[in-house]
């Protein structure tokens, strides 16, 4: 069975305070590591997705890496609007993907 | 550009009524996903569909059934609600050369 954890559940960040937010994992077969930002009462919005173990991606302030058991979330000096629930899933061969609980990360001004 | 579109955007219903969700993919996406988050909660896949057949199945209950039509548009059919059925259901496209999910903004159902 797929398996995905997220860590921390909450996370609190002053404005340019820079931090990560982890995802580790336990599936057969991977086919890609994904990477959402969840606002509330929306749809989880698509990030980053890795596919190989050094794999890196980055987008403005956020850069996504990957090992073989665990990627991180990178923020280089958040801001509030990357307030947001950051969510990790891993597609198994045919499966449909598997979330993690998520990370709630606020950014204080 | 089209996104994922679903309606109703809010549902009440009561205990033991029946409920249909739909949702619209992104044109020319062949794959439709559902998923359930309760509160709080990650998102837990349902069902999908790939070319109006059934490719993955988790953990529906047998009180829902889904189906995707031959416009690719997908309906999530709930019966007998309860009380725990409230949550936020999203439904997502995929294209099939793709790996990206794209998410609506999700069918809120209230359960009373």
């Known amino acids: 069975e797929d398996q995905v954890t997220q860590s921390p559940e909450a996370l609190r960040l002053q404005e340019g305070e820079s931090s990560s937010l982890n995802c580790s994992y336990t599936?057969?077969?991977?086919?890609?590591l994904f990477w959402y930002r969840q606002d509330p009462g929306k749809g989880p919005e698509f990030l980053f997705t890795?596919?190989?173990a050094g794999e890196e991606k980055e987008k403005e302030r956020l850069k996504a890496t990957l090992t073989k058991k665990e990627s991180f979330l990178h923020i280089t000096a958040p801001k509030p609007e990357d307030s947001a629930t950051y969510l990790c899933?891993?597609?198994?061969?045919?499966?449909?993907?598997?979330f993690g609980s998520g990370t709630r990360l606020q950014v204080q001004p | 550009a089209a996104g994922v579109i679903q309606s109703p955007r809010h549902l009440i219903k009561e205990k033991r009524e029946t409920a249909t969700l739909k949702c619209y993919p992104i044109?020319?996406?062949?794959?439709v996903y559902w998923y359930q988050q309760g509160p709080g909660q990650d998102p837990q896949f349902l069902i999908s569909?790939?070319?109006?057949?059934?490719?993955d199945k988790g953990s529906i209950p047998d009180r829902f059934s889904a189906q995707q039509f031959s416009d690719y548009h997908s309906e999530l059919n709930m019966s007998s609600l309860e009380l725990g059925d409230s949550a936020l259901y999203f439904c997502?496209?995929?294209?099939?050369?793709?790996?990206?999910?794209?998410f609506g903004s999700g069918t809120q159902l209230s359960v009373l």
């Open positions: 569909f790939y070319e109006k057949m059934q490719s």
């Open positions: 890795l596919y190989s």
């Open positions: 899933a891993v597609g198994a061969g045919r499966r449909a993907l598997t």
């Open positions: 044109p020319r996406h062949d794959t």
């Open positions: 997502a496209s995929s294209a099939k050369s793709s790996e990206k999910l794209f």
């Open positions: 599936v057969s077969g991977l086919r890609g």
